[in-house]
């Protein structure tokens, strides 16, 4: 069946440290990656997005991420923390059509 | 008015209420979703609509009538719900085929916080 696993609930990081979030996905074809955020009270809010070519794609607010075939992952990174970065960030893969499928959430904590 | 809008923000309504959420996108996009957003579940689709013909309808129960009568407008109608259907509607909407292999990238609202009571 096709899903998409964010094994972390929630995540706590010190403002200024680096951060990587997990996703995994289970989807026969090659697949339509993306990484979305939501602040508290808005709507998500596309990151970055992966369709083919270069494996380590760049995203907006310093945010990256890299794709891993073999892992069937799409972890999301990024060097240095800001305060606004706490937010909660869903991945999700595209099977076709209309149907985008997303993770259950990994909600970013960052402590001054 | 940019992006996608959704009103009202919030909705209170009672069990025998019926009440409807509205969302205008202003991107010049050609297909339209409806999503439902609850605790700690991700998030469910609902609805979709390409070139104002419904394409996706996941068994979602009757007590929700969705309307799109042009490619900027999208309606979900809310009829006798029930408080299970309190959550957070996001809508959503892409140029089909927008990305270089042909998909589609979502740009959502604001959502609408709904309560049953």
């Known amino acids: 069946a096709q899903s998409v696993t964010q094994p972390d609930i929630h995540i706590t990081v010190s403002e200024g440290a680096s951060l990587e979030l997990r996703c995994n996905y289970s989807y026969g074809a090659t697949p339509y990656l993306f990484w979305y955020v939501q602040s508290p009270g808005q709507g998500l809010q596309l990151l970055l997005k992966y369709f083919s070519g270069d494996t380590l794609v760049q995203g907006i607010k310093g945010f990256e991420a890299e794709f891993k075939r073999s892992q069937s992952s799409f972890n999301l990174r990024k060097p240095t923390v800001h305060w606004s970065d706490a937010a909660e960030y869903f991945c999700?893969?595209?099977?076709?059509?209309?149907?985008?499928?997303f993770g259950a959430g990994t909600r970013l904590f960052v402590k001054a | 008015e940019t992006g996608v809008t959704q009103t009202p923000r919030h909705l209170v309504m009672g069990m025998t209420n019926k009440k409807s959420l509205k969302c205008e996108q202003h991107?010049?996009?050609?297909?339209m979703y409806w999503y439902k957003q609850s605790a700690k579940k991700p998030l469910e689709l609902m609805f979709v609509?390409?070139?104002?013909?419904?394409?996706e309808n996941n068994s979602v129960p009757s007590r929700f009538s969705p309307e799109c009568p042009n490619s900027s407008h999208l309606f979900l109608h809310l009829h006798t719900l029930q408080p299970e259907d309190s959550a957070l509607y996001l809508c959503?909407?892409?140029?089909?085929?927008?990305?270089?292999?042909?998909?589609?990238?979502?740009?959502f609202g604001a959502g609408s916080r709904l309560t049953v009571l």
């Open positions: 609509y390409s070139l104002e013909e419904r394409v």
């Open positions: 991107l010049g996009h050609n297909a």
């Open positions: 999700a893969v595209e099977t076709g059509g209309f149907k985008t499928i």
């Open positions: 959503a909407s892409s140029q089909d085929g927008s990305g270089p292999s042909g998909a589609n990238v979502l740009t």
